[in-house]
């Protein structure tokens, strides 16, 4: 206890104990300049002291070594009744007989596990190692006792605590009631995952783990954070919010950043994820609009802009209002052209300084970019009444091979060309709704029927939509190439 202004105040303990350091000496300096005393891990006291912050070793606190290569550190009554102790009188009394110290602040975040088994071929052994046991016990600690402790698991309020410190001297109980909540999520989807990836390992040959990739595995957890509410879902009566997979690194369109433009509605994720799925299809320039989670066209060209205004000619009154995937670097030309007409959005692997100026130009516009590697690889999950169905991912495989391992049917074989078409044709037609139907000349679609009941019903669409062009076309459906 310390005197303050004839008042008798408690010490300001807070524990730092984290994997990830970054931000962690600024944040525990400006603690310290506001009164508080910090306990840490070995680690982190290291990177503490390196910056000139003073800190108390956890050895101190607890009179014990971390032992056990780190498994054993903070395990001990003198941290857990320090963090859970009430603002009880029988509590305090306690805590004084045992000469126990309170903390008010614990900041911790977890050995980094769902990264760390992210990585191929890492054996069960390292991956166990990273099962924190002793971050997750304070986690959870600090947040059961939010009436009196503040947890911080993420880095991106170490800000907002100082602020709020400097500014009202506490951290008030609503932030440590919103700080408990994320706490708590923290710890149930760290669980989640290490679940998930026991699940997939087996005992083989007299005990020996094996991490090998089990697909389906019999139990699965799909751990997930939001990203955001939305203003309504598929319709304006639906509640609605976005969520994206907590493993690893965010990718696709739940881990796009947005530069510009309006708040992404419920469709427009649908759509720009349909436009992103075929987008990153094409090895060349390729470039796709979508209309109502289908494609209205798609095109691939030598130059980006062409692959884009190709695609939107295939099909210019549906591509009107539509959402555009485009596989490379938005440069300025490109932008130029998609400037000229209104679009809902445009998703892209990246934009040149000079493009996302041009494109900003277009107030409403929405302009994101996101990594597109590794789309392909994840499995397909599908909600049904009750439960889900998982399949692997509809990749066509390697099509280097096709037009040598094709059976032609027709008469005459097809030329070069054709089958450069027949092939773009086909990966166009694994995004259209069935019965689905792709006819497509020089690179771009010129008619695309979809949706319907019957194959010959939605080849009727497609040939209006393709008109006089179809003559010299190719046309695909599900796994089946035509020549025209
Ligand atoms: N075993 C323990 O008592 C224990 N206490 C804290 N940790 C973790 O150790 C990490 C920090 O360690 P260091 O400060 O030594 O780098 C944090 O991620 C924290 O969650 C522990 N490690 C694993 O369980």
Not at 52 to 67: A, D, L, M, S, Y
Not at 214 to 226: E, G, N, R
Not at 261 to 277: H, M, Q, R, V
Request: hydrophobic share 40%; aromatic share 6%.
């Amino acid at each position: 206890m310390t005197e303050t202004s004839g008042k008798r105040q408690e010490k300001k303990r807070a524990l730092i104990s984290v994997s990830d350091k970054l931000g962690i000496a600024e944040f525990a300096s400006a603690l310290t300049e506001l009164g508080y005393q910090l306990i840490s891990t070995g680690g982190t006291a290291r990177v503490l002291e390196e910056a000139g912050v003073e800190v108390e070793r956890v050895e101190k606190v607890t009179g014990f070594p971390e032992i056990l290569g780190g498994r054993v550190k903070t395990l001990h009554p003198g941290i857990h009744a320090g963090i859970l102790a009430r603002d009880l009188p029988e509590d305090k009394a306690q805590l004084e007989k045992l000469g126990i110290e309170t903390i008010s602040l614990v900041v911790v975040n977890l050995y980094p596990f769902q990264k760390t088994v992210s990585r191929s071929g890492i054996p069960v052994s390292e991956a166990v190692e990273q099962i924190d046991i002793g971050g997750p016990a304070m986690l959870r600690a600090a947040a059961k006792n939010f009436s009196r402790v503040a947890v911080v698991v993420n880095p991106n309020h170490y800000d907002q605590i100082i602020q709020e410190l400097r500014e009202q001297g506490e951290i008030s109980l609503s932030t440590r009631l919103n700080l408990a909540q994320e706490a708590f999520r923290h710890t149930a989807q760290y669980d989640a995952a290490i679940s998930s990836y026991l699940s997939g390992v087996s005992v083989q040959e007299d005990a020996v783990l094996s991490s090998a990739e089990v697909k389906f595995p019999a139990q699965m957890l799909l751990p997930l954070v939001k990203i955001s509410d939305l203003r309504y879902g598929e319709n304006p009566h639906q509640d609605a919010a976005f969520y994206r997979e907590d493993s690893g690194q965010p990718y696709g369109v739940a881990g796009a950043r947005q530069y510009h433009g309006k708040e992404l509605s419920f469709n427009n994720i649908l759509d720009l994820n349909a436009a992103l799925s075929i987008a990153a299809e094409f090895e060349v320039p390729a470039a796709v609009v979508i209309k109502h989670s289908t494609p209205s066209g798609v095109s691939m060209a030598d130059r980006l802009v062409d692959a884009y205004r190709r695609a939107y000619e295939a099909d210019s009154l549906a591509a009107y209002g539509g959402i555009v995937g485009l596989n490379r670097t938005v440069d300025e030309e490109t932008a130029i052209a998609m400037t000229e007409t209104f679009l809902e959005a445009i998703i892209a692997p990246a934009y040149s300084e000079e493009a996302l100026t041009i494109l900003r130009s277009k107030k409403n516009l929405r302009i994101l970019s996101t990594e597109f590697a590794d789309l392909r690889a994840k499995v397909d999950v599908k909600r049904v009444s009750g439960g889900f169905l998982l399949q692997d991912p509809d990749s066509l495989g390697d099509l280097s091979g096709l037009k040598q391992n094709a059976k032609v049917v027709t008469k005459r074989s097809p030329s070069e060309d054709e089958w450069d078409d027949l092939i773009f044709s086909w990966i166009v037609t694994k995004h259209v709704s069935s019965n689905g139907i792709v006819i497509a000349k020089e690179r771009q679609t010129i008619g695309i029927g979809c949706g319907q009941v019957s194959r010959v019903a939605a080849a009727r669409i497609a040939l209006a939509k393709a008109g006089k062009k179809a003559e010299g076309s190719v046309m695909a459906s599900g796994r089946v190439l035509t020549l025209s």
